[in-house]
């Protein structure tokens, strides 16, 4: 995959951590991401909370290989997308996750452009084949947009003075 434009570390970490969304639609802490950056689970993290806040909010946008592998197991991504250029998520993610991507694009190697583009319509006809007709699939694979935020137990919201009064009617009579 050729190198894409420059986009940058805390970008790419941004739509990662909005995919790490819970089922109550927060973004986990960044003491979470520290910690699920260890080699095992447990293990000593690869970097601390505030190096991980630093990598978020742009303030450090280099961080060494060892912080790179730590990032991927924390984010659940192939390692080569935290990298300069790398924009492709759903790509790499296919090169990283299925042998035969990687076989298919090993059997294109020496025949060009013209292998390229048979592959390419090749695979345009599987995905109208299995009714995928769209064929522009993103280059970061899109999410169901998180669950609301359900109310917090033991804790009301604000009522208006309309609906304050109609509670209190309903409590007094208890219904």
């Known amino acids: 995959m050729p190198p894409g434009p420059h986009t940058p570390l805390a970008s790419k970490l941004a739509v990662l951590l909005n995919r790490k969304r819970g089922a109550d639609g927060k973004t986990p802490s960044t003491r979470a991401i520290a910690a699920a950056t260890a080699e095992t689970p447990g293990g000593k993290p690869a970097m601390t909370h505030q190096v991980v806040n630093d990598l978020l909010n742009g303030i450090k946008d280099n961080p060494p290989t060892s912080q790179l592998l730590g990032l991927a197991r924390a984010f659940d991504c192939p390692v080569p997308y935290l990298l300069p250029g790398f924009n492709g998520l759903t ?5 990283e996750e299925h042998q035969d991507a990687r076989e298919a694009l090993r059997l294109i190697h020496d025949l060009g452009q013209a292998g390229a583009a048979e592959l390419l ?46 509670r209190a009617v309903s409590d007094l009579e208890g219904t």
């Open 91 to 95: 790509s790499l993610a296919v090169y």
């Open 121 to 166: 319509e090749a695979a345009r006809e599987i995905r109208a084949r299995h009714g995928h007709t769209d064929l522009t699939v993103p280059e970061v694979p899109e999410l169901l947009p998180p669950a609301a935020e359900p109310p917090r137990p033991g804790r009301r919201r604000r009522l208006s003075f309309t609906e304050a009064a109609e």
